[in-house]
């Protein structure tokens, strides 16, 4: 199993990069992952003004995917994921949906004990997920910092991103160059102030292709739903972004019209929030798998 | 145990209702209730532009507790909701988040069949729920239609409003003055074409008061969390009410700062989707009540 380092970072997703390393379909590998402060903070005692902002969310890779090509979908099955031993939370001034009452900056430390996440005297259970993973966008859309979700993947912070679920991405680059990053041990749908328990790991997964299948945005397939993951400047424009998708594989993958897929969506498609606190929010719309099967669904791209 | 008759219903929450049934904290009764449509839409080939629409969302009620005043809490605990034989789900040109691809109207009856809403072939596990239910309003948010939701409860579209929860609505009227209706066999958080599997039913439930206890949205408490149900004009503006609320029990209820509370309910705090097609859009907050127990919670308002 080829190991991508945490060393070998990138701090935006770009049309063109150089990868790191490069892997066949159907091959598993291991990515050790940086948390999103790059390590930079370490102590409740820091001043978070001593950050290099630069530096933040630096997300392993990228590793070039043969034979993928512009119009197929990469499928990333993720494995296992391993966290450290010590997370981070925080709150910034101005920082997360309520930044109207967010005055003060508090770093704070959260032991991991026995897959618990310690906050005071509160075990919370852990839930490891992956905060940014992607791949490099179309030439339309540009370098996206490894901040900010959009249709290349990137800073989406959706919870079901999690061991067992299954990614596609649609391939806009020779190769895909996949990177990932920003690990949470656990992370409260919305991510409300902005950071979950933000902690360094490894995760294992295997990548895959499915040739001449192409998509808008993200999916995310979990035990019971096919989930799309879609980005915008509001919430509203995320959410319709997410609802018109889900309408159109219904539509289409059921062979049904587009105003029985709409009244079938308001009855069976959840809207999820997966952030409410990037610079562009992000929304998924959950698909069960009993109505429209994956692979049907794929099909239908 | 009382019965309030369907033929009893408002189509508006006003501060002040003349009560059709009066009942004693503890008591158990009955709410017979209409679909939204006040059973004027039964069939496929109706149009639906001969609907009187100043009769749609009656809900049965309002029914005077007594010993209710303003600053209490009305609890409600839902012990069973059992619906009809068929519902109907619908589209209407230019409603719902797809508001812009929405030309056509269409209405579809759904068969309520063996624990399932069948839609054509396929065969949705039922999980009924309430859509409108509600208390007087204050005298400062005067009249609100039955379409509407806001700090009175009404029209929420909360699929956590189910048997088995329970809610706690603040009273702002002697008497409380409870109503509900608009019962849905099933629906997808978010209910994104403006329609639930729309469903006549009955409903049972048991009202009791907490005196001298305010909250300034309804509350509901499932199995596994205490939700605040918060509205606003925006989905951004209905996020930040639910999140700010919900981060002020956790200040107050577990004693921590601020600024601790803002971390915590971003590691554990899930927001969810109600809906987003009313004129004012709906958005929960859901404290896990291992971190907060309702109790407690109920005691820092």
Redesign the interface.
Known sequence: MKTIRNTDVIFSFKPKMDPIERVKPGEVLKFVTNDCFYGQLTSEMQSLEELDYSKVNPATGPVYIEGAEDGDLLKVKILSIQIDSAGM???MAGQ???SH??D?T?P?V?PIENGH?L??D?A?PIDPMIGVIGVAPSDEDGECPTAVPWKHGGNMDTSDIREGSTLYFPVKQEGALLALGDLHA????????????EIAGEVILQVDLIKNATATWPLVETHEATMIIASGN???EA??EA??QA?GYLNRG?D?????A????????????SQ?VNSEKTVRSAIPKY?LPTETLLKTL
């Open positions: 939370g925080l709150t997360g949906i309520l009452n967010a003060n508090l704070k959260l996440c906050f005071n509160i919370i656990v992370m409260g749908d919305g991510e409300v102030c902005f950071a979950g328990c509001t919430l509203e959410t319709i609802t018109e309408v059921l049904i019209s587009w105003e029985e709409y009244i079938l969506a308001s009855l069976i498609m959840d809207l999820k929030f409410v109505i």
